[in-house]
Structure formats: structure tokens, C-alpha cells
């Protein structure tokens, strides 16, 4: 909860009060980038003894029934991602302009950094305990959208294994994107800075960049 006006920490604090076993918020006075909030999140999670963890929106524009089959993934995978570019995934309800940007940033992020991840941007992820402690040592500071980019990349520069697993994005009924020029611009020079950060990596650990990621084409 980042000190939004529109009453979510009030309802998200009510929930907790019902179940205080299973459901934490943590509120953050300021707003501080969309990176430092997953980070914090991270750690909490960590904190309070989480073996696999999950983000995601809150705003059901990512599908809740899909996370059993995302964790029954990471059985076999270090990390799991919700696709929207891969056979079966995709959009709905964009305008012709968001599904430019969009599919033009991934396109443009898979080249720089020679990834064949087909959905870098996305925000549906779960992970193993392991990997997260891992993305908490990278040197991470993106405070809008290409923190995604650079989670994903520096996991997979690690080695860890990865599946892509296709999910229609719905847009939000409510609210706005928070997109915006200065975050397009971020993600346009980061992702040349990761490229270097991860050749760095590449040279330090001996290990392959980038394999490809396992893909899930249908859902059961």
C-alpha cells in the first residue's frame, strides 16, 4: 500500500483483520517507484518464511485461477512467468497505441539483450524462495515498469530456469495506467545498462546468458 488515496490500505488492513495467519499489509508513506514496492514485498515475504512467492496486480487484470498451475510449475522451473506473447496468451480491451508500446518494448528489449523470453515487461511471476534472495543481490534501480526487465534478465543470466505460461490480460474496469514518457524513456536506456551488467556477469560466472525458456502452450 503506497499512501494511495483511493482506499485500498483501508480494505487491504480489514482483510488482514479477518485473517491475520495468511493476509500482511505494509504500508509505505511516500510513493517510491513501482521497484522499490516489489523489493520491500520481497523481503517480507522472505521475512515471514515464504518458500514460493507470487506477484502479481491487484486489479484482476492478472487471472487468479491461473496460480496453481504456475506454482505446480515451479516443481520443475526456478521461476514461472504469465505470458501475453506466447500461442494462447494475449490482451484484451487495449487500444491500438498501449498494444504498440507494449509489444514494440518487448521487441525492442528481446533484441538488445538477445533474451528469448517473448514477454520481458509483464508483472505476472512467481518464484522460488532462492531466486528472489538471488534478485535481492543484483544491483537493481528501476523505479517503473523495466524492474521487470531486469528481474526476469538477471534471473535467467543466473542460470535459473524458467517457463512461460500463456494468460490473457484483461484491462482495469477502473483507475489508469501509471505508463508514462519518463518510464518509457527509463526502460529505453536500462535495458542497455543490463546488457552491460549482464555481459559482466556472463564474464564473472562462466555461465550461458540466456537458454530457452520452456513454453506452455496449452492450459489444462
Not at 147 to 166: D, L, V
Request: glycine share 8%; with cysteine.
Amino acid at each position: 500500500y503506497d499512501n494511495s488515496p483511493d482506499g485500498t490500505g483501508k480494505l487491504a488492513d480489514q482483510l488482514a483483520q479477518q485473517k491475520p495467519q495468511s493476509i500482511h499489509v505494509m504500508h509505505r508513506q511516500n510513493k517510491q517507484g513501482l521497484g522499490k514496492a516489489y523489493l520491500e514485498g520481497f523481503r517480507k515475504a522472505l521475512d515471514l518464511g515464504a518458500d514460493l512467492i507470487v506477484q502479481m496486480d491487484c486489479d484482476f487484470s492478472h487471472p487468479v485461477e491461473l496460480i496453481p498451475l504456475m506454482i505446480d510449475s515451479l516443481q520443475k522451473n526456478d521461476f514461472v512467468l504469465g505470458s501475453r506473447y506466447i500461442k494462447n496468451g494475449g490482451t484484451e480491451n487495449w487500444g491500438l497505441v498501449r498494444q504498440m508500446i507494449s509489444r514494440g518494448g518487448n521487441f525492442y528489449a528481446r533484441q538488445v539483450l538477445g533474451s528469448p523470453i517473448k514477454d520481458l515487461t509483464g508483472g505476472f511471476k512467481a518464484f522460488r524462495k532462492k531466486v528472489i534472495e538471488f534478485i535481492l543481490t543484483c544491483p537493481l534501480d528501476s523505479s517503473g515498469y523495466s524492474f521487470q526487465i531486469e528481474t526476469t534478465c538477471f534471473a535467467k543470466a543466473a542460470g535459473f530456469s524458467c517457463q512461460e505460461i500463456p494468460f490473457i490480460f484483461k484491462d482495469r474496469v477502473l483507475g489508469e495506467s501509471k505508463m508514462s514518457k519518463d518510464i518509457i524513456l527509463e526502460a529505453f536506456l536500462k535495458t542497455w545498462k543490463l546488457r552491460s551488467q549482464i555481459k559482466k556477469m556472463k564474464k564473472k560466472t562462466e555461465l550461458n546468458t540466456f537458454s530457452d525458456p520452456e513454453i506452455v502452450l496449452e492450459q489444462n
